[in-house]
């Protein structure tokens, strides 16, 4: 089915083209001008414009305000499609909800990117200057003679003021042209579209409009010498001194009719592009706060009791509703497209396209149908079904889960939480999936771990410790302070099971009293769950937690930053209470308790650290990495330039270490190449997935010999077997 409807471009050119004939046309009324006496420092609010053309003025702006109403309200119903979701205001946490409301507003998330920030700080807050002018101005004419207050001084600071903001104002919209359409940044020149001109186009009509109106008003009534404060508006007058008397009559009325004209359109285009951001971004914002740990995917019912009979995001309606909020506040601004490592290294998912593509078809399938984000197509294709109308799997198994695009969304998106639920669809409801994952699937199912080696093998990675690991008689009370959750990389994997073997005596060596599970420790379901399968993540997890629990484990100390976000986050939404801690978190604590003594050790390499993440984006685990590697005596620590919450990530999150990469350059591969740029011996990492990825990526790329990939734990022991003595290689 295909709906044809007027753009919100041309119903803005329409409609300024329509009241610009109606104002001019008004003009037919007698010349009855308002002038005053100007001996007194003010101005006449309607000076020179005929009650006709005052009276259409006003007409207009109600109906206007009608119009905007009910536009506005076809949003809202829009947004009030999808599934209840709790982002309740309650006092509890008005103030944080007050935070990111103000954060919002005064656009501090904005700056991250310094010139964008600067460039828009421009043409917000003067525009809110210039708005606020304006509304000063409407007051003062309808006080009565006697509480009029914009006389004297106090009126000549206001045209100073107004004069200020109006050109910073078009500074800011000259230098957003500039940029969109000169500079052409490539988050920009990907997504740029002809409303973009039309906005910018009547931004700048509104501005320049302005002057040229006040250099006419002020011309006409003889350029008194108090209008020199407004000086732009002085400056034009003083181009226009010598024209006649009708000749700058005549220039004033048109130029007011067309600059109200100019904001008439203005006031279309607000509700019906994404200009409508300047409303809703503050709102996202106001609601991006939730209970929900931001490493945890939404909960969902208990899949063998639930009556539901679809999972997952197949349509509009199965989104929450501000899910779909966050479609309309979008800025299309691409910040989450230039971070996305899929997008990077030319796999098909661009994060802002599924933000776009979500928000068409909500728009084309409202009642009435409503202008999308980007609203420049005249014709929508109405479809029920979002996953195989719109967004690609392609698109969605590409993602890496990494939450790049969410750090770096300036408004508050939630962009993940749509993949990952659209994911689920495919998984549950279509069997939608890559034939690798089919493998890893069955292997959980039927030996619990993604590898498909047997459960009683788990703890073989102990037995070449010299004293052995103690494991846990599932059968009697866990009677130890942590216990150690090696996981299935670090249980199987080669290169992890040396890994384990590293933390393991590190936390012997600082006396801490920990054990394993053994062939009790299954997968914790994090595969399962981001890519989609949650029947096979609720049957490891109700595995799990009931082992635990019936064990009375309270403290889990995990190698891997997959299983430490899902069993800190994701395990309590089923029952699943335990203190959860990564190893990094734990030795940076016996480090500086002096449990473990690393002061006289030696490690004379450079080495650079990269995060996983699902220990830093997702858990804001990025010190005590840092602050381990950093105790160690003679090393030389650099940074790639990508780091902290700007990391770029290995390319195995979201289930996609258990998928073939076949498509454009490996992630791993652009990763190892920031690392080696660095001059770096050592790559040194905190995940298993990351250091398999990481390490295959090195061998592919043939410089293997210039650079290690080395988890921590390994590191640390190698410094405490050197000699302190051992002088540092040079950097």
């Known amino acids: 089915m295909v709906r044809r409807r007027l753009t919100p471009v041309g119903l803005a050119l329409a409609t300024g083209v329509v009241a610009a004939a109606v104002f001019a046309a008004s003009g037919i009324a007698p010349n009855l001008t308002k002038w005053e006496d100007h001996s007194r420092v003010t101005r006449q609010v309607f000076g020179d414009v005929p009650p006709a053309i005052e009276a259409v003025f006003y007409a207009v702006i109600v109906t206007m305000a009608?119009?905007?109403?009910?536009?506005?309200?076809n949003r809202v119903r829009n947004w009030s499609r999808g599934r209840p979701e709790d982002r309740s205001t309650t006092r509890a946490n008005w103030r944080r909800r007050a935070r990111d409301y103000r954060a919002g507003v005064l656009m501090r998330t904005l700056v991250r990117d310094p010139a964008a920030g600067i460039m828009h700080s421009l043409i917000y807050f003067s525009f809110l200057v210039l708005f606020a002018v304006t509304v000063t101005l409407e007051i003062q004419h309808q006080l009565p003679?006697?509480?009029?207050?914009?006389?004297?001084?106090?009126?000549?600071?206001?045209?100073?003021?107004?004069?200020?903001?109006?050109?910073?104002?078009?500074?800011?919209?000259?230098?957003?042209?500039?940029?969109?359409?000169v500079q052409r940044p490539y988050r920009l020149r990907i997504k740029t579209r002809p409303e973009d001109a039309v906005i910018l186009a009547t931004l700048l009509a509104i501005g320049v409009g302005g002057f040229l109106v006040e250099g006419a008003r002020i011309a006409l009534v003889g350029r008194p010498a108090f209008e020199k404060w407004s000086f732009v508006g002085w400056a034009i007058a003083w181009l226009i001194r010598g024209w006649s008397h009708g000749t700058l009559q005549t220039l004033h009325r048109w130029l007011w009719c067309i600059h109200v004209s100019t904001f008439v359109a203005f006031l279309v285009l607000l509700p019906t592009t994404k200009l409508r951001h300047m409303f809703t971004s503050p709102l996202n914002l106001y609601l991006s706060d939730r209970e929900r740990p931001r490493g945890a995917m939404s909960a969902m019912p208990n899949l063998t009791e639930t009556d539901l009979t679809s999972f997952g995001v197949g349509t509009v309606e199965d989104f929450t509703w501000k899910q779909l909020v966050d479609t309309d506040a979008c800025t299309v601004c691409g910040r989450c497209t230039i971070v996305c490592p899929a997008h990077a290294t030319g796999k098909p998912l661009d994060p802002r396209e599924i933000i776009l593509k979500v928000g068409e078809v909500m728009a084309a399938t409202g009642t009435p149908p409503t202008s999308p984000t980007v609203g420049?197509?005249?014709e929508i294709t109405v479809q029920a079904d979002l996953m195989s109308e719109r967004v690609t799997p392609e698109e969605l198994w590409a993602c890496t889960s990494c939450r790049a695009?969410?750090?770096?969304?300036?408004?508050?998106?939630?962009?993940?939480?749509?993949?990952l639920d659209m994911r689920r669809y495919l998984s549950l409801m279509e069997s939608n999936f890559p034939t690798e994952l089919g493998r890893a699937y069955r292997a959980m199912e039927n030996q619990s771990n993604p590898y498909g080696l047997a459960q009683s093998d788990r703890g073989e990675w102990a037995r070449t410790l010299p004293e052995g690991v103690s494991v846990v008689n599932d059968s009697e009370p866990f009677a130890h302070e942590y216990l150690f959750w090696v996981g299935c990389a670090g249980s199987f994997d080669d290169r992890n099971q040396s890994v384990a073997r590293a933390v393991a005596t590190l936390l012997r060596r600082?006396?801490?009293?920990?054990?394993?599970?053994?062939?009790?420790?299954?997968?914790?379901?994090?595969?399962?769950?981001?890519?989609?399968?949650?029947?096979?993540?609720?049957?490891?997890?109700?595995q799990n937690i009931e082992t635990l629990d019936r064990l009375g484990v309270a403290k889990i100390v995990t190698q891997c930053p997959?299983?430490?976000?899902?069993?800190?986050?994701?395990?309590?939404q089923y029952g699943g209470h335990y203190e959860v801690i990564h190893y990094t978190q734990l030795l940076e604590q016996l480090v500086v308790t002096g449990r473990l003594d690393l002061s006289g050790t030696s490690l004379p390499e450079r080495v650079t650290y990269h995060d996983a993440c699902f220990l830093g984006r997702h858990n804001d685990v990025y010190a005590p990495p840092r602050r381990v590697v950093g105790a160690l005596g003679g090393?030389?620590?650099?940074?790639?330039p990508r780091n902290g919450t700007n990391s770029f990530c290995c390319g195995a999150g979201g289930a996609r270490f258990w998928m073939e990469e076949?498509?454009?350059?490996?992630?791993?591969?652009?990763?190892?190449?920031?690392?080696?740029?660095?001059?770096?011996?050592q790559l040194a990492v905190a995940c298993p997935f990351c250091h398999v990825m990481l390490d295959d990526s090195l061998k592919e790329t043939g410089r293997d010999q210039e650079l290690e990939v080395v988890d921590i734990a390994t590191l640390v022991l190698r410094a405490l077997a050197k000699p302190a003595s051992q002088p540092p290689a040079a950097s």
């Open 635 to 640: 090393i030389d620590v650099v940074e790639m």
């Open 562 to 572: 997959h299983c430490f976000n899902t069993m800190a986050n994701e395990y309590p």
């Open 376 to 378: 420049t197509v005249a």
């Open 66 to 73: 009608l119009v905007l109403g009910w536009l506005w309200s």
């Open 145 to 181: 003679p006697s509480l009029k207050f914009l006389h004297g001084d106090v009126y000549e600071g206001y045209k100073f003021i107004a004069n200020l903001a109006g050109v910073v104002f078009v500074v800011g919209v000259v230098w957003a042209l500039l940029r969109r359409y």
């Open 405 to 419: 695009c969410d750090v770096a969304c300036p408004v508050g998106i939630e962009i993940l939480d749509k993949i």
């Open 510 to 542: 600082a006396g801490v009293d920990f054990a394993i599970l053994g062939s009790s420790e299954l997968c914790t379901g994090d595969p399962a769950r981001r890519s989609g399968n949650e029947y096979l993540f609720q049957m490891l997890a109700g």
């Open 662 to 681: 076949r498509t454009g350059k490996k992630i791993g591969v652009d990763r190892v190449e920031e690392a080696l740029a660095t001059g770096a011996t």
